[in-house]
């Protein structure tokens, strides 16, 4: 049962910090991000892609082509 967990909840974490690093955050930043993956998983990814969408707005650019 814990591996149905942990797992996808690990692999959420490296998802968020690499969507950190893609959003220019510091480092430490990075840390918070990728620990929010690994206790909240998908909503901590959703939070990021949100960030993403209004990033690519404010830049003007199509949603295909968000960074």
């Given at each position: 049962m814990k591996e149905?967990?942990?797992?996808?909840n690990f692999a959420c974490s490296i998802v968020c910090a690499k969507w950190a690093l893609?959003?220019?955050y510091s480092?430490?930043?990075?840390i918070?991000?990728?620990l929010g993956g690994m206790l909240f998983g998908p909503f901590i990814m959703l939070l990021?892609?949100?960030r993403f969408i209004y990033l690519a707005k404010s830049?003007?650019?199509s949603s295909g082509n968000i960074i």
């Open positions: 149905s967990i942990i797992l996808p893609d959003l220019e480092q430490f930043r990075q918070i991000w990728g990021l892609y949100i830049e003007g650019s």
